[in-house]
């Protein structure tokens, strides 16, 4: 989806605002950053390009977890005009499968806490049977 800067999108019931990209330059490559804000916080994804490698670009993306969902947000490119592309994916429940993770480790330390009993079991034997073909 193509935002324009101060416009808005609706995600799980909050929204994402894109405020504005600017274009930094580091020491080995160049970066395009958005600046989006989701609530109190601010994401930033990005697009760096590495001259020295004959301008391959690689993407940063901004991940922001809630309680219902991982949303993660991939700067596609920008324009001329200031707005920008952006692809959003929603990981809905991905802190409960955690958090599952976490409840069955936790039976496994209980189910292995106490005393064990010494426990005897009778070995019953049986003779040998040898195949008549032999």
């Known amino acids: 989806m193509t935002l324009q800067p101060g416009q808005q999108v609706s995600v799980f019931g909050s929204s994402l605002?894109?405020?504005?990209?600017?274009q930094r330059q580091l020491g080995d490559h160049s970066e395009l950053v958005a600046v989006i804000r989701f609530g109190d916080t601010t994401l930033e994804p990005s697009r760096a390009t590495y001259a020295g490698l004959g301008g391959q670009s690689l993407t940063h993306v901004a991940i922001t977890t809630t309680?219902?969902?991982?949303?993660?947000?991939?700067?596609v490119g920008s324009n001329p005009d200031g707005s920008a592309s952006f692809r959003i994916l929603i990981n809905p429940l991905v802190s409960w499968i955690w958090a599952g993770g976490g409840l069955l480790l936790l039976g496994v330390a209980f189910g292995n806490l106490g005393a064990r009993r010494a426990e005897t079991v009778t070995a019953v034997t049986r003779p040998a049977v040898v195949p008549s073909w032999r």
């Open 17 to 22: 605002i894109y405020a504005d990209a600017e």
């Open 67 to 75: 309680p219902l969902a991982d949303i993660y947000v991939i700067l």
